[in-house]
């Protein structure tokens, strides 16, 4: 595609939206008011917002390389705060998806320079869940555990902010696992028991 294809696509994507809504980018001027905070991976295959069906205002986005929640990112510690105490959504997705090329690249031992710190949090989930991953011998399906374990532990990273646990406890803000299927286009429920998770992490990780 041209470079210089996309402002056409812009202009005729403006041309659409004013034919079915006179008032849609006044009104879309107005603010926003998401129910969702999506965090999610860089990987240019997975949109969020179409994967879900989802209309512009309705989830707020941050996605990195193997959708990350490291206490050390202040891009995702900022996303978080703002997200859940000025725009008090009710509901934060963390979302994986099989075949991550980060996820992947975790697994191998190879030194990949810049990328060594930030895969290093992955190579931390395989370490606590090495017996598991180890007793698979299809390689594939160990590669999607590891995205699947890789979710839940960016789901307890999310749990451990102060502010997530503040509005865990006085507006009930629910946290959930997904993984998106891109052989299938199906999004997967983890159904992971963070009470059970809160549960267990509250002695060591309780801030408020």
Same mark, same amino acid.
């Given at each position: 595609?041209?470079?210089?294809? =996309?402002?056409? &696509?812009?202009?005729?994507?403006?041309?659409? *939206?004013?034919?079915?809504?006179?008032? #849609?980018? *006044? &009104?879309?001027?107005?603010?926003?008011?998401?129910?969702?905070? #999506? =965090? !999610?991976?860089?990987?240019?295959? $997975?949109?969020?917002?179409?994967?879900? !069906?989802? *209309?512009?205002?309705?989830?707020? $986005?941050?996605?990195?390389?193997?959708?990350? $929640?490291?206490?050390?990112?202040?891009?995702?510690?900022?996303?978080?705060?703002?997200?859940? &105490?000025?725009?008090?959504? &009710?509901?934060?997705? $963390?979302? !994986?998806? +099989? +075949?991550?090329?980060?996820? *992947? @690249? @975790?697994?191998?031992? @190879?030194?990949?320079?810049?990328?060594?710190?930030? %895969?290093?949090?992955?190579?931390?989930? #395989?370490?606590? +869940?090495?017996?598991?991953?180890?007793?698979?011998?299809?390689?594939? @399906?160990?590669?999607?555990?590891?995205?699947? %374990?890789?979710?839940?532990?960016?789901?307890?990273?999310?749990?451990?902010?102060?502010?997530?646990?503040?509005?865990?406890?006085?507006?009930?803000?629910?946290?959930? !696992?997904?993984? /998106?299927?891109?052989?299938?286009?199906?999004?997967?429920?983890?159904?992971?028991? /963070?009470?059970?998770?809160?549960?267990?992490?509250?002695?060591? +990780?309780? =801030?408020?």
């Amino acid at each position: 595609m041209k470079f210089e294809q =996309i402002f056409q &696509n812009n202009r005729e994507w403006i041309e659409e *939206k004013l034919k079915t809504d006179s008032d #849609y980018f *006044k &009104n879309l001027s107005k603010g926003q008011n998401p129910d969702i905070l #999506y =965090i !999610g991976c860089s990987d240019s295959r $997975v949109t969020a917002e179409e994967l879900m !069906g989802m *209309k512009p205002g309705e989830v707020f $986005v941050h996605r990195n390389i193997a959708n990350m $929640v490291p206490n050390t990112d202040l891009s995702a510690m900022s996303v978080i705060n703002y997200a859940v &105490n000025h725009l008090k959504v &009710n509901h934060i997705v $963390v979302c !994986g998806h +099989y +075949y991550c090329t980060g996820v *992947k @690249a @975790a697994m191998q031992s @190879a030194d990949l320079g810049l990328l060594n710190p930030w %895969l290093r949090n992955i190579r931390d989930v #395989y370490r606590l +869940y090495k017996d598991e991953l180890n007793a698979i011998d299809d390689e594939e @399906a160990k590669y999607n555990r590891l995205v699947e %374990l890789n979710v839940q532990e960016q789901c307890v990273n999310v749990l451990k902010t102060a502010e997530v646990q503040k509005a865990c406890r006085e507006r009930r803000l629910t946290v959930h !696992g997904w993984v /998106f299927d891109i052989h299938s286009g199906k999004l997967i429920d983890l159904k992971i028991d /963070f009470d059970k998770i809160l549960n267990e992490i509250m002695e060591i +990780y309780r =801030i408020v």
